[in-house]
């Protein structure tokens, strides 16, 4: 098996997870249907949903369907699993100009570690995204460098 084919393969795995989990994570009680939420923030939240699992099977489509221009769709498909990711980050950084917080009462609680006095708080919705952009990046780059196959 070439890395081509690899790496095809492994970018459609994700963007599929990518779809699913935004859909599993987003469309319940911690989210779109959380009770203190405003219903324009759930409509949104829906919305960006929808996206998200749409940009996943056209990033599917683009890898497994048969046509010319193999190499680009790759690309495209790879561009098209990050763009949720630097949208995440674009949020993050601008959160401080729209009040915006990386968790609710009643949504997914920051993971909680305790290092010698100190404890830590880690939003699981970076660490998920931290983890995506490397996978997509070393996906690109089995893509790029890997031994294809003649």
């Given at each position: 098996m070439n890395s081509h084919l690899i790496s095809r393969g492994l970018l459609a795995v994700f963007c599929a997870i990518q779809g699913a989990a935004t859909i599993a994570l987003d469309l319940n009680?911690?989210?779109?249907?959380?009770p203190q939420?405003?219903?324009?923030?759930?409509?949104?939240?829906?919305?960006?949903?929808?996206?998200?699992?749409?940009?996943a099977i056209v990033?599917?489509?683009l890898l497994w369907l048969h046509g010319p221009l193999q190499p680009?769709?790759?690309?495209?498909?790879?561009?098209?699993?990050?763009?949720?990711?630097?949208?995440?980050?674009a949020a993050l950084f601008a959160?401080?100009?729209?009040?915006?917080?990386?968790?609710d009462p009643g949504g997914i609680p920051p993971l909680r570690l305790t290092m010698g006095r100190r404890q830590l708080r880690i939003d699981?919705?970076?660490?998920?995204e931290i983890a995506g952009l490397i996978t997509?990046?070393?996906?690109?780059?089995?893509?790029?460098?890997?031994?294809?196959?003649?």
């Open positions: 009680r911690t989210h779109a249907a959380h939420w405003l219903g324009h923030a759930r409509f949104h939240v829906v919305w960006q949903t929808g996206t998200v699992a749409a940009l990033g599917c489509s680009e769709r790759f690309y495209l498909a790879a561009l098209l699993a990050l763009l949720p990711i630097f949208g995440f980050f959160r401080g100009l729209y009040g915006g917080t990386l968790s699981l919705n970076l660490v998920a997509v990046l070393a996906i690109v780059a089995l893509y790029r460098f890997g031994p294809a196959a003649q």
